[in-house]
Structure formats: C-alpha cells, structure tokens
C-alpha cells in the first residue's frame, strides 16, 4: 500500500524524532544543513526522501571508537542486542544501545576499513568497506531518510547511499554498489557466553549520551508508530517482527526469527534460493539467524544444528563443527570458511517496503 503524507503531517513527524536523537541533556553536533539535495540526479523517487530533522551529522558517527573487554561492559542488559564482526582473530562487537545514538562507526579492524551502519528506524545493521575504488573514506549520517531508512553519506565525494538498498543513490558515486563485510546480530546474553574475549565498544565515544535510555520510546514494539511513511505494506507480519533478509541474485526472502523454534535451540533449514544451495541458521531463544551458501571446496554440504553453549552453530556430514561467523574451528577443514550470502537483520516492514514481492 502506497503512503502519502501532507506537509502538516511530515513537519509532525520531525517534531516527533527531533526530540529522541538531540534532547537537551545529550547535546552533540549538529553541523551541517538539513534538506534535501537537488543538484544530483537520485537513483529514488526524489520526494520519498525526507529530512528527518536533526540534520546533516546532526546524529555524530564514531570516527575514534574505543572497546573495552567484555568483563568491563556495565551498560548491557542480557536482552540487548550487539553486532558482532570478525577479522581474522580479531572479533568485536558494537552494542545496539550505542548505535541507536550514532548510527555508525568508522572503525579499522586488521586491514580492514570497517563502517558499521546501523538505522534504528528499520532495526538494520551492515558491514561496509570504507575502500571505495581504492580510496578509503569514512560514512556519516545525512539526516535524509528512504523508506525510513537511513542514508549515510561518504565524507571523499558527499554522496548520499541508501543502507538497504546498498549502493549510492545519488552523487559523484551514483550507482556504485556496497562492498558487503559480512556481521551478526545476536543477544548480550549470547555474545558474552560465545566470545568471552572479545573487544566491545565503549560508551566512552567523545560525546554526552545516556546509553542507558532508548531514545525512540515505544517505537521498537508499537506497530503503529512508524514516523516517516514508507512505499509498500505486507501484513503477513507485524511491522515490528524482526526477520533475517537473505538476497541471491534477484530474489529475496525473510525469514521469521520468532519461527526458529525455541525448542530445538539451533533449527537448520537448507534450500535452493536464486539458483544457490544455502544454508539458514536460527534460534528465536539466542535471538540469531545467520545465512550462507552450503558448499564448500566445491563439495555440497548437508548440516545439523549445534550446541551454542560449546560455541558450535551446526555441523556437517565431514565432521565439521562451525561458529556463527561460518568459520569451521574444528574438523577437516578447520580454520575455511563458508561463503556468506547478502543478508541482514531488520523489521519487517522495511524489508517489505525495499522488496514488495519478497518471499516469507
């Protein structure tokens, strides 16, 4: 179902957020201009992107991020999500409660030249390279909106991207795709169990913010406030349901995190999607669903779940044991890794909005 707001109705919803992203306890930059650009063609409808209000790097990106270990985090509760990433040994994750403030991260992990994007808006969070056409660069946040969704801007060449569609959608790089750096999306609660060593990032950002206080209110769980109008409904699931997006080639489908069965701890469920054998990963009780193709060394792959509180995410008829990351830490091929497929967290109603004709 198509949306169209009035003026009266939009200024409304600016009101709305403003107040959740720069109250006047939690000041921060607010650099920059609001508006929409004009002078660029976009690859969107141009008058489906607003201004959500705060303006231009008015909601501050972490370009310094600090991590502590996981013993020293005071500010999570087992229920909080984190987004974990992986470099080689090196594994860190990026609690939801400071994201929701800043929306992303300019990190450096190993080689890597990491932006971890996150829009509390739609719930969704992507890896991306900060390499674009060997140039590195780093990501804020535009103020603009598509879908509700968030639309960072590359500091080299100030073009606007859209976060879930992953490519630029207007400026210099217009029609440049998202180098994907594959994340997961997991529990406080699970994370620490898993990764006991890991590095977590600290509240220790260089700006004032209760890390504590949700800044959108009911939003999280109240179908019925969305804020910014989107271009597409689906009520097969509430707006608010949490589903694992996962695209191959030109197909696209959700997978229902809730329908994971509890019972089973990790359910395992393999199928041809777009013309690629792929694997799924779930537990509603870990909060977790994670994607990838199921073959390895040319070899197809048939898997049955693991137990996570030994760290195994699912197994495979060779007598590999694997993590969430998809990385076999023992068995025949220890230390290979499974080929992630394009595939994030996020709600419902943004998925259906970006892809109206997704499978569910």
């Known amino acids: ?28 930059p607010t650099s920059g201009q609001g508006g929409v650009p004009t002078n660029n063609s976009w690859l969107i ?18 370009d310094n991020p600090a991590f502590i270990s996981v013993n020293e985090v005071d500010f999570l509760d087992d229920n909080d999500l984190i987004i974990g990433f992986r470099e080689g040994d090196v594994v860190r994750g990026y609690p939801h409660p400071i994201l929701d403030w800043h929306e992303i991260v300019n990190d450096e992990v190993g080689n890597t030249k990491i932006a971890l994007t996150y829009c509390p808006l ?17 990501f804020g946040v535009s103020g603009l ?4 969704n968030l639309i960072p801007y590359d500091r080299n060449t100030d073009s606007n991207w859209s976060q879930m569609r992953l490519d630029c959608v207007q400026g210099t790089l217009r029609g440049t795709a998202v ?31 209760n890390y504590s206080r949700y800044p959108y209110g009911d939003y999280r769980t109240n179908d019925n406030n969305l804020i910014f109008p989107v271009t597409n409904e689906d009520g097969r699931l509430g707006r ?15 997978y229902h995190i809730a329908s994971f069965n509890t019972t089973l701890g990790v359910e395992i469920r393999q199928e041809a999607l777009g013309g690629e054998q792929i694997v799924v990963a779930g537990s509603s009780t870990d909060n977790l669903a994670v994607a990838f193709l199921s073959t390895l060394n040319g070899e197809q792959l048939s898997f ?6 030994t760290g195994v995410l699912m197994t495979d008829q060779n007598g590999n044991a694997y993590d969430m990351f998809g990385r076999a830490i023992s068995g025949p091929n220890q230390g290979q890794q499974l080929e992630n497929v394009r595939s994030f967290i996020g709600f419902w109603f943004a998925w259906a909005a970006f892809f109206p004709n997704l499978s569910l």
């Not at 009035?6 to 000041?27: E, G």
């Not at 409808?45 to 972490?62: T, Y």
């Not at 909106?145 to 509700?148: A, E, H, M």
């Not at 049955?304 to 509180?309: I, M, P, R, S, T």
Request: hydrophobic fraction near 35%; include cysteine; aromatic fraction near 8%.
């Open 240 to 254: 608010k349901e949490r589903v694992l997006g996962v695209q191959v080639g030109t197909f696209t489908k959700a």
């Open 179 to 209: 180098d994907l750096l594959p994340v997961i999306e997991t529990s406080w609660s699970t994370w620490k169990k898993l990764y006991p060593t890991a590095e977590v990032l600290s509240t220790n950002t260089g700006f004032s913010r």
């Open 45 to 62: 409808p141009q008058e489906l992107v607003f201004d959500g209000g705060p303006g231009k790097d008015g909601i501050p990106s972490i």
């Open 122 to 138: 739609t719930g969704t969070a992507s890896g991306w390279n900060r390499v674009i056409n060997g140039t590195e660069t780093t």
């Open 304 to 309: 049955e779940a693991g137990d996570l509180a």
């Open 145 to 148: 909106l598509y879908n509700t």
């Open 1 to 28: 179902m198509n949306i169209s707001v009035k003026p009266i109705i939009l200024l409304l919803a600016c009101f709305v957020w403003l107040p959740s992203c720069n109250d006047d306890t939690n000041p921060g």
